[in-house]
């Protein structure tokens, strides 16, 4: 029943009762008799309880409605409003509903766009510092040496010093390039990619152990740069703001990944020891984060640990992230074509342009 039929007919029933009164046997007299005064607020009670049933019922679906509003976030999608109430509310639900399908659509191809433009624009300038930064440093590195060797002894130390801030300016631009562009992993694969991952971030105040399982599903192209990714934010954040002095960098196979005991599964885990999450605003590295875990299908979730500090934990779905191109890519050179297995699906919420 549509909602202004139930008010239409909760207000033609009162009025009718009150018609039927007035017509009755019931009289009001003057003055007022204490009885009389008795039935007239009896009725309105009634009525006036009876209104507020009927308006509560027929309006609690929007305010479950407006709830579902209120806490909907893109960056957790599936969540919806359920569907009830009169004809006209159910409507506007399913609208609604609609409508977040269509946004969450599409917020995963724009997001898509986005990062593969940004991978794109990483590659391109990881390929300027290492061609033309760190080219030009070496030059300047190995006329240092030539000069060294015939200024006179009492500037050979300046010219030392020289060599040494240049030498120092080349490591650093080649760690900005590795970062910028993993070449490590479209070379050598995932497993080498996160072993020289913890080992960059293994410095004298942190100490990155890896736990690599070598019988993973053959993953994509894609899911591949999203673990790389994943981990190196987890770690990076680890790093700069968590205090920790341990920390953890988990890859295995999962089974039941799908909430069901068959279909295999990936999950990437980064732990830390420092002082947990909070209840802090997620920042932009975590957004990040969740981006690029919707893109395959992936869930994401950051909390607390079992005992301190922070987990990072990246599950990955046999339906969306593996590859069922037969041989696993993990742990030898990838070249060519990329191979996906994926089901089909938006391309532009799956790939990354920008990597071929």
Same mark, same amino acid.
């Given at each position: ?39 007239? *607020? ?24 407006? %709830? ?11 969540? %919806? ?19 977040? @399908? $269509? ?18 624009? %990483? ?84 100490? *990155?152990?890896? @736990?690599? @399982? ?25 790093? %700069? ?19 069901? @005991? ?29 981006? $690029? ?64």
């Amino acid at each position: 029943m549509s909602l202004f039929r139930r008010i239409f007919l909760l207000n033609a029933a009162g009025l009718t009762v009150a018609t039927a009164l007035l017509l009755g046997p019931v009289t009001v007299s003057t003055p007022i008799l204490p009885g009389e005064v008795l039935v007239v *607020v009896a009725g309105l009670a009634v009525l006036l309880v009876v209104n507020a049933l009927v308006l509560g019922i027929g309006l609690a679906p929007l305010q479950r409605l407006g %709830r579902a509003m209120a806490t909907a976030d893109l960056l957790h999608p599936g969540a %919806r409003a359920p569907v009830t109430g009169p004809a006209e509310v159910a409507g506007l639900i399913t609208t609604y509903n609609t409508m977040l @399908d $269509r946004l969450e659509t599409e917020r995963a191809t724009s997001s898509a766009r986005a990062l593969s433009a940004q991978e794109g624009e %990483r590659r391109r300038i990881s390929q300027e510092l290492h061609d033309e930064v760190g080219q030009t440093l070496t030059a300047v590195l190995l006329q240092l040496k030539r000069v060294a060797d015939q200024v006179p002894g009492e500037l050979r130390e300046e010219v030392r010093q020289a060599q040494e801030a240049t030498r120092g300016s080349l490591d650093e631009i080649r760690r900005i390039a590795r970062r910028l562009r993993p070449g490590v992993l479209e070379e050598l694969g995932l497993h080498s990619a996160l072993r020289s991952l913890a080992a960059e971030f293994t410095t004298h105040g942190l100490s *990155v152990r890896h @736990d690599l @399982d070598g019988d993973l599903p053959p993953l994509t192209e894609e899911t591949e740069l999203v673990v790389y990714r994943v981990a190196q934010e987890g770690l990076t954040n680890t790093a %700069r703001h968590a205090g920790a002095d341990r920390a953890e960098l988990r890859l295995r196979r999962v089974v039941g990944v799908d909430g069901g @005991d068959d279909g295999d599964g990936v999950e990437l885990l980064v732990r830390d020891n420092g002082k947990g999450p909070g209840r802090r605003r997620e920042g932009a590295g975590i957004s990040g984060m969740r981006e $690029r875990a919707l893109l395959i299908g992936a869930a994401l979730s950051v909390g607390a640990g079992p005992e301190a500090g922070t987990d990072v934990r990246l599950r990955i779905s046999t339906k969306t992230g593996v590859s069922t191109a037969g041989a696993s890519k993990t742990g030898a050179s990838k070249t060519g074509a990329s191979k996906t297995g994926v089901p089909p699906q938006p391309r532009a919420a799956t790939a990354f342009e920008g990597d071929r």
